[in-house]
């Protein structure tokens, strides 16, 4: 019954975040969740897609991949095989949507945010980790663009961050690793705001269908470990 | 607040399911939810694919997508585009996902089960009514292949159906129609078992993030919504 | 000799055009010979393509595509192999050229009408099933068009209706199903106008070459197919 | 009412047909139908597609493709591209039917040879030359197979060659260039067999549906043009 | 110790250069090197890249390919395959550096000059063919270009040419065949101008690495290689 | 005449190897060259491609991609492209002929490794980081599988560094970083042998022709710049 790695059910991995990795990025975040390590990296531009032109209002959008070699074997490069997968892409909207979720689009004005979450080193919850840190990569792109473009309103109205929990042998866990992820009888992935509500709630039984009572198990524990990455990202981006 | 339709909060649209809707399939309906229309055809294939080989259980997969004129303008065709988009990508998992979670893989023997969604029509709630009718061109497929193969277990464990529900206008309301969808606060698509279990939640803030009475409430309707469409099912499949 | 169905060599299947099948589209018919079902929609939008601008006159094209399990075995999506075979190109050629053969496009104005021909159940003659129904479609976008932009002259200058014909057991026959037309050694598309000219004859040896008096032989047949077709089409255009 | 160059509504361009032009290929041609240059390389290969295999009959197939300033403005290159359009498919898919029209599949054993049929230099009537300069590569390259296999039979059964016909000016005319072909009224390609038997017949109605007068007139040049075309495939072939 | 064909260490094998080969090109050449042979071809337009446009300066660049059957065993058609190989991209790439290296942007205007070099028949050597066949369809190119436009000044600075030099059996080697090639220890193209000064160098160990004395020895015979084919370009220009 | 960053001409940037930075690969190594920073990670797989099947000989082989923002402005991911550019599969095919330069493949057995070669962050140089840094992760693979497999030669016969000199400002200059790299008049990557001979030397005249004494000089400052490349290796694979 005890975890691969010794924690308790509630337990998230040891959690760090190093800000400003990258140099050219207008905000930039290495994220580690125990060994899942994933560069994030805000990218400002002027002008927005053409579909919310003359809007007067941005837009943040985000791309997830993961290193060939971040897994335990090595997967295709995606470029090589000239499409993305479906699980890419739908990381990639998730991701998107769970930032644009905190996001006051007019205090942007017409400007466009692209958030890169590349997996350099994969052990399970790459996309909540993905979220987690494209938040404080997010945070920091902001604040560029307010000093250079002079803007008067935050157009951050929350943080963001999210974690993955499940059913591992009929117990309710926090922060799955691989191994734990691949034997989940329940994989749950959801996303919180600072303030405790929730953007996304993506519950999937992987082996049999689960009742009420799990869910609402699933989901307490969920908020408490947003509410432990809150304090990461507050920690973080007061460094 | 009352409902472009004139339904009341926590009702269903008019469904229709057509059985046998097509001659070489060896299941499929054409399923309605009021104006959403979708076909679902079943294709048995004998093997399974290269990494399930030698296994001796079978495999469920399903292809959604949309007709270019099913919606109100016309869509670009994604074989024209050459390649296929996240939503489609992500759906199509989804619906695979759903069915697997009700079949019994030792039961089905090395076959393969494809089931194509085709949207012929769409006014919201694509994904649950390709879900709903998937299940019956299954059943229809399942009972083909027992025949055909003499299976003596039924692959089918328990049946499955799909509904979205939302809150509009601060209201929670169950099968939104596209004209609701497109203004709604909260989206939420849930998949259940006939025996009322959850397969898959998956709620997504459109606006503002929701909290937990939300969540509940919006479970609470889509649980109901499912036990009626369990019952559509049976009438068709018992016609 | 007799036919599988037991028709007589010089008889179409039964015809069946049903109009307005779709909401959304602007003219839409879903035809049937005999088990052979296809959905046309036509779109009309602003504008032309690029070559064409500032010409004053529209444009009218076509794109033609079969659902996978629309045939006996199931065939790969175009969409997922990320390219449109050379049947479907030659096909959805076709079906643009005959259809512009009727159209006046100064009286369309800068429009561009586009046909999606999409195949939902195929034994034989999908393509001239195709050009059939989506003269139906184009008519009725057409008077939406006349009525919306206030069109002085109609866009239409005849009808255009097409069969098959094919030699199957040394007899020409009219409107071949899948079974004929797998075994025909001469097959044969024609499409008609409605006045009884030509827009397009092709004629293909599939076993061995043909001489003048075959080929005379089945240009009657064809032509005597589509003065019925241009029955069928008045019938429900006028419903 | 003369034509651009000065020839006879019936007459061809000078034709010359160079044989071996590659050193490489099991039989090649370089054949010029005036300016029109097209180069065709036929390429022996053991085996056939997958769907042949155990047949004991072998395949035929074709690659028809224009290198970019082979016409009069350059066109981009398909490679680059990344996709094959609709009319290089529906011209390749004609090369190759055509001389399967006149191949003995059971004395060429299960060898395929594909023929690839490159234009060089574009004036009209590129298909036709591709088809009639393929079947003299063609030719040599099966007497490659039949030493080098040790073939009792030949696997050539007649021989084949295309011209083009069309209406210009009202006026019925044999084998179009590309100024002819632009303006012509009606256009047709005909593949004919070296005994006078029909292959393909591709009439197309560019401006006005035409009669079946014209369509007559037409067939009657085309046969004639085809005449001539053989007994130039015959002298390259003695040469 | 001899070559393959009896030709000394530093002998070229013989060069043809047909210029205005093709009709329609702004500038052409049909150069062989042996039995190497590669079609050149020129083609001016309007305008430049969008990232250059409004400096007042031209641009040049190049495509490279082989036809299918221009080697010993048939090559898969790039264009069906759908993408381009690298082998392709970065000899593509090298021809275009090449040519840009003997231009004077400014005098060429705001036009592009695109290059495309296809090769008929390989037996090595086919980029160095290729450049060195390319600045003679440029040089035709901007004669017609100046002609047209009335440009002051000549676009081209100098002449380039290129050839591959080789260490086989411990020999170096001048413009080695393909028989040659494939056995080479190390294997060099050089590109120099007219006036004798390096443009590009890319020498590669096949097999084991070399030392500076080989280094030398293979860019002395390069440069004396292009010596003799800058001859070959004069003669041919002044033809 | 000073370096941007107040280097001698014939200095390095600060080398950091990091070895292992990866935990699933069988070898990596985490390089920068000042601010470029590759990420290289070597992955071992048992069999080789279908052309050296049955050799009992290894292979190597490299993929080379860019982070889209390691640069200074987000360039596009090639996976969302599609298809990956001339310069991306131009430096993939250099990294793996020069690694392949120095290995025995007899004494891999039949074997792939592979080398990944992501750049996180770039500022010029980043190919010869990446062949540098992916010995390093080479060597550690391959110790990795001569335990595994019990090897009895060591498959490296010698070792391999890379580096790009160039002239600027008319002074030759090692290790040239973005901004050098942006200016300068001929830029020359190199690539070197442990014992000093080359494997690749590649020179591009970005600005005007060069001739013999430059090149010369380059290619001294190359050498000296690869030994101490090596050392550096050395000391981070005794780590």
């Known amino acids: 019954m005890a975890r691969p790695d010794g924690r308790a059910p509630n ?3 040891p959690v760090t975040i190093t800000r400003n990795w990258l140099r050219h ?3 930039s975040a290495l994220i580690e969740f125990g060994d899942t390590r994933v560069l994030c990296a805000a990218t400002v531009e002027d002008g927005v897609p053409r579909w919310r032109r003359g809007t007067g209002e ?12 971040s897994t335990d074997t090595r997967g295709p490069r995606e470029s090589v095989k000239g499409k993305i997968g479906g699980r890419t892409h739908e990381i990639s909207r998730l991701v998107g949507r769970s930032l ?4 006051d689009f007019k ?3 017409e400007h466009t945010v692209t958030l890169d979450c590349d997996v350099l080193q994969a052990d399970g919850g790459t996309r909540t980790a993905a979220i987690t840190g494209a938040y404080t990569a997010l945070s920091d792109a902001f604040k560029h663009l307010r000093k250079k473009r002079n803007l008067k309103n935050n157009p951050l109205r929350d943080s963001v961050s ?9 117990q309710a866990r926090l922060d799955l690793n ?3 992820d691949s034997v989940a009888q329940t ?3 959801v996303v919180v705001t600072g303030s405790g509500d929730f953007v996304e709630v993506q519950g999937t039984a992987e082996g049999a269908p689960f009742d009420r009572a799990r869910l609402d198990s699933l989901l307490d524990l969920a908020v408490s470990g947003c509410t432990e990455l809150t304090e990461h990202q507050k920690k973080a981006l007061s460094g």
């Open 162 to 170: 999210a974690i993955s929990v499940g059913i591992v042998q009929d």
């Open 100 to 103: 644009r979720a905190v996001v």
């Open 107 to 109: 205090a942007m004005g």
């Open 25 to 27: 990025a207008e905000g």
């Open 178 to 180: 691989y191994l734990e």
């Open 187 to 189: 994989d749950m992935n």
């Open 11 to 13: 337990q998230l991995r």
């Open 58 to 69: 941005g837009w943040v959008t985000a791309e997830y991949a993961m290193l060939p070699r």
